[in-house]
């Protein structure tokens, strides 16, 4: 896959503006179905979406109405020309979606997290000229990510891309699924050419925040949205509090910056290589301030030892934490960001009190 240009399907579109899928979450009703995407055909939206299978966490829940609504999203690309994309599960969707044209074929979250399924996947649509996108497992696991669109290609899947809704997570959050911007952000490092569309309805859990989650994805030079829309939101069969109104989609897509991919003015760019220049000494003094950090940590590790103590040693760590969080509050810095760093300073410290108390 290294070598594989991946954005064929998505510069043959010829768009002036990020990809936008949009359509609602559930296909209701044929009506419902029609007449959201006739709203959305006079937008940026160059796909229409709607959930034909829908995986549910607990049964009882609406769970779609399946195969039935498959020549709605026939009749949408009749009468609109938009193309047309659903989630498959398993192979049976698969080829039911081939069946009746599906443009795009996205493999969901909970799917992704098994090897088995999309493997299953692989094989029933093997070949294909559909584009098959995949979206993150629901873990922050980059090569079960990776692992997946990998499947598909060794199948001679080769039109492809990632959806980025974000990841489950049992820390409190502002967000239905955390971002965590550097997994999508490595992915786009190892394939640079794998178009990668992100999800703001799944991410924020609500309409309110789908703005700034979607201009933060195109900063991030992420190459379109994915966004739920509905035209009576608050009375959808699923996700009501996360979708918005055709109308809503029109004024997100006015609001949002597309930023150049690169400085333009020689000055500018002058002015950039002096600030990088400056990140790039202060990083060397970061990893020298941690090995000299680390070096101390091995001292105390042998005390340790020589003491017969516990590495872990909870109310010190607890103090720590708590000073760092405090002066990183003051000089500016989250607390979500200063918890994070020195967590993971603290595993790193334990790691080497550990080899030398063991070794």
Known sequence: MENKNFRTWLDAMELAHPLVIAGPCSAESEQQVLEIAHELKNTDATVFRAGVWKPRTRPGSFEGNGAVALPWLKKVKEETGLLTAIEIANAQHAKLALEFDIDILWIGARTTVNPFAVQEIADAIAGTDKIVLVKNPIN??????????ERLHKKGVTNLGAIHRGFSSFRKSNYRNIPSWQIP???KSK??????????????????????????????????????THCDP???????????????????????KVRKPRFEREESLSKL?????????????????????????????????????????TTR????????????????????FIEKIFKAIHQESIAHQENIING
């Open 273 to 313: 290589n002096a600030l990088r220049k400056e990140i790039n000494a202060k990083d060397e003094q970061l990893l020298e301030t941690l090995s000299e950090r680390m070096q101390i940590v091995e001292n105390i590790g042998k005390a340790k030892k020589e003491s017969n103590v516990a590495v872990l040693q």
């Open 185 to 187: 952000i490595d992915l």
């Open 191 to 228: 394939y640079p050419t794998l178009p990668i569309i992100n999800d703001p309805s799944h991410i924020c859990g609500n309409r309110e925040g789908i703005f700034d989650v979607s201009q933060t994805a195109l900063d991030l030079k992420m190459d379109g949205l994915i966004i739920e």
């Open 317 to 336: 760590w607890n103090e720590i934490l708590g000073k760092v969080i405090d002066k990183g509050e003051e000089q500016g810095l989250s607390k979500n």
């Open 234 to 256: 608050d009375k959808a069969w699923s996700d009501a509090q996360q979708q918005i109104t055709p109308s809503r989609l029109v004024e997100i897509m006015d609001e949002l």
């Open 140 to 149: 922050p696991d980059l090569a079960l990510w990776i692992g997946a669109i």
